[in-house]
Every structure is written in C-alpha cells, then in structure tokens.
C-alpha cells in the first residue's frame, strides 16, 4: 500500500514537473512581423507577452488606435492553444477593494478614493451611493449627517470630443467598478481603491477571454501571425 501510495505521488511530482517546464518553454513574447513599405507610413505595435508567473500582456497600436489588456494565461496539455483571460471582462464592472471603519469623531459618512488616474485631469468621476450620483471633484466625498451608505460604486468618464487630442484614441468613454453592498451599516468611513492593473491604459482596455492556436513558435491572434522573439 504505501509503495502505491508513493508510485502515486511520484506520478503527480513529475506530471506537475512537466507541466511547469512546458510553461515555461512556452512564456515569451509574440510580436507581429511586418513586411513591405507599409509599417514604414503607419508603424504597428503588436504583440503578446506570455510572463512566465503565468501572467500576459497585450499590446496593440495601429495608427490611432491603441489597445491594451492584461490577465492569465495557460497552455493545454499538449500546448496546441493558449488560453487567455483577461483581469477585466467588463469594463463597467471593474473589482473594486473596500476598507470599511467606524469613526467616533464625527457623525459623517466619508469616502476617501485611493485614484490610480489622478494625473489625468480630464477624467471626471461620479460616486453613486444608495442610487444618488454625487460628483468627486476631489479624492475624498463627504456627505450629510443621517445618511446611511447601503451601496455604491465609482464612474470615470472622459469626454470623446474633448480628447480629440488623445493618440490612441479612447476604446471607450466610460468604465465603472462593481458595485460594493456595505457590510456594517454602522460604518461611516470608506476607503476605495482599484486592483494595481486598474491604470492610464484603463480607458484602452480590451477584456479578452480566448483559445489561441500556438504552433511551435507562432501565436495566431485575430487572424495574423505573431513571432517568438
């Protein structure tokens, strides 16, 4: 019994071994070819990096355009597909972390906003609390005593119009976290902030939840060829 009991366990230690090594053979980056005069007008930027963490990153830039997305990836058993998913799939329901506290000092609801964009003037954000919009000019929201926060969640837009100057061009106008149920109504302080992949690429982020065919040293995605370097 105990000889099965360690044939078993071999098994698995050298199955998990190869495994990891396969992964690793595989973590690299994937970078479109170009060819021909064209890239010489309008460079491209496209690849996808595979981190060995079992995490990726993609990269795409094509005249105005400009899309990025991170997440996690694996390889089946054979490493014929890589399948990637990224940390984001909807980009009005992006993870939110909360810290709830009781302050006895005052009988105010606050809401303090760890913003990963504060840079970037022209985002304005919206606190929605109890289905009320409340602007957030600042990092931090303070509302009337007797308020009682049930819910809420955060609202970042850019104006399209206004951002004709931005290059790349936005995918998108507006993101927004999940919406966060309060745990202790007795709370009154609240300290909000976004997972670390939440940055100033945020507004040209593409979820991406895929099965792409590898084979031997190429990466197909969306129909071209991208090269192991």
């Known amino acids: 019994m105990k000889c099965l009991i360690k044939s078993i366990l071999l ?7 190869f495994s990891c090594q396969s992964q690793r053979n595989v973590a690299g980056k994937y970078t479109l070819i170009q060819r021909g005069k064209y890239p010489k007008i309008i460079p491209v930027t496209f690849y996808v990096e595979l981190n060995s963490d079992s995490t990726f990153k993609y990269n795409f830039r094509g005249g105005l355009y400009g899309k990025v997305s991170t997440g996690l990836w694996k390889a089946d058993k054979n490493n014929k597909r890589i399948i990637v998913n990224s940390f984001i799939q909807d980009i009005r329901n992006i993870p939110v972390v909360v810290t709830e506290t009781k302050s006895n000092n005052n009988s105010f609801l606050l809401f303090v906003f760890d913003n990963p964009l504060k840079l970037d003037t022209s985002v304005k954000w919206t606190l929605n609390v ?92 969306e129909g071209m060829k991208l090269k192991k370097k």
Not at 11 to 17: R, V
Not at 173 to 193: G, M
């Open 11 to 17: 098994f698995l230690g050298i199955s998990l071994f």
């Open 130 to 221: 109890n289905d009320i919009d409340y602007p957030l000019n600042t990092d931090s929201l303070v509302l009337d005593k007797g308020i009682i926060a049930k819910d809420f969640y955060l609202t970042g837009h850019i104006s399209l119009r206004d951002s004709t100057g931005i290059i790349p061009i936005p995918l998108q106008d507006t993101i927004q976290s999940k919406k966060y149920n309060v745990k202790n109504l007795n709370n009154n302080v609240y300290h909000i902030a976004f997972p670390v992949f939440v940055n100033y690429n945020i507004f040209h982020y593409k979820p991406l939840q895929d099965s792409l065919k590898l084979n031997r040293k190429t990466l197909l995605f």
